[in-house]
């Protein structure tokens, strides 16, 4: 009689689901005989314009270098995002995507006894990395499907060790501003790890989002976290980052996986950092593409929830599975949430612009049909 080991994982594992990423292009083409060609895939919240050039140029440099080992360190990357984020190299934490940064922490901070806070309608990773070390997620309920950062700071007790907040929000895109967020972090206890998931900050401008990093020299217990996968167009090499004190950088040092993040990727940021013709041209897509998806949103009497990431909530005002299955079928690829407590509501990731109107145009067919 074979073992069941799933009943031998820890219990925090046991009563995990795996993370359900977007689906891929080539297997909803396998799966319905579609062209791959023809398929939009707006499911993800990836960079539509492709990688920088020079980030490509940066690649096919480090190509050779294959049979070597990565820098462990990842010294030049670290210098550079030093040096663009006003900190010394110590208080830089490289991560395998910033996913990665949110999975070290709850492994070096995280236990059974011990709980982290984060609010309803949140990234799904929160709970994930909570739970899989067998410590306990404390949902807060959202306000105006955004965190609720006082009732976040009521849910904080003694065994609390860490608390995780985005802004903007995914899959939500809320956001919160400068004079809230000092606020909160003014109010959370020191012993609590605060980590701001800033994954979309690049695509606003100006003082449209607080930055994260402008309160680290007063909050000893603050950690902002950030990725190349978005605006730097970088998702397939996963690289992402985490600054903080240097006494956190080094705590989480200590359970980073050697070599976690790869030559190529490290090359690639690197060059992508110089790059701030690439961002700006994010950045105006995003903000074209947003307008776009609302104003068709408008004409097809669609509510949707504001956002100031790369992507946006869209209320099909019924469950929203049977329109996704029948948009799939349009070859259009969008993002159900239903697991994330939004039966009613798509996310859609802002695409190029016939991209967006191939979406459009697909979701006025399948309401005409529903």
């Known amino acids: 009689m074979s073992c069941d080991f799933l009943t031998l994982a820890q219990p925090g594992v046991q009563k995990l689901s795996p993370y359900v990423p977007g689906k891929p292009v080539d297997e909803l083409a396998r799966e319905l005989d579609l062209d791959p060609t023809k398929i939009v895939k707006l499911a993800s919240n990836e960079n539509p314009l492709g990688p920088s050039p020079k980030a490509l140029e940066a690649i096919r ?4 270098e294959l049979t070597r080992y990565p820098d462990g360190n990842g010294f030049e990357l670290k210098r550079k995002l030093a040096e663009r984020c006003g900190v010394a190299p110590t208080q830089v934490t490289l991560g395998n995507g910033s996913n990665d940064i949110l999975e070290l922490v709850a492994r070096a901070y995280l236990a059974p006894g011990l709980n982290a806070v984060f609010s309803e309608h949140a990234f799904a990773v929160y709970p994930i990395a909570t739970q899989a070390v067998g410590a306990q997620g404390k949902v807060v309920p959202a306000k105006d499907w955004g965190h609720d950062l006082d009732a976040m700071l009521a849910a904080i007790d003694d065994d609390t060790r860490v608390v995780f907040v985005a802004n903007p929000n995914n899959p939500t895109g809320t956001w919160f501003g400068a004079q809230v967020l000092a606020d909160f972090l003014a109010r959370v206890p020191e012993h609590v790890l605060v980590v701001l998931d800033e994954a979309y900050i690049e695509y606003a401008e100006g003082d449209e989002l607080p930055d994260g990093l402008e309160y680290l020299s007063r909050h000893a217990n603050l950690l902002v976290s950030r990725t190349f996968s978005k605006a730097y167009g970088l998702a397939a090499l996963r690289v992402g980052y985490g600054i903080s004190s240097a006494e ?53 009497g669609l509510d949707w929830i504001p956002s100031k990431g790369n992507f946006i909530a869209v ?13 799939l079928r349009e070859g259009v690829i969008v993002r159900p949430v239903g697991g994330y407590g939004m039966p009613t509501y798509l996310r859609v990731s802002i695409g190029l612009p016939e991209e967006n109107q191939r979406f459009l145009d697909a979701l006025s067919k399948v309401l005409d049909r529903a």
């Open 248 to 300: 956190i950088a080094d705590v989480l040092n200590r359970v980073r996986q050697p070599f976690n993040v790869n030559s190529l990727a490290l090359a690639a940021a690197c060059a992508a950092l110089d790059d701030a013709t690439y961002l700006a041209e994010s950045r105006r897509l995003n903000d074209a593409g947003m307008a776009q998806l609302e104003e068709g949103f408008r004409k097809l």
């Open 61 to 64: 440099a480090e190509l050779a």
């Open 315 to 327: 209320n099909m005002g019924r469950d929203a599975a049977p329109l996704y299955q029948a948009l």
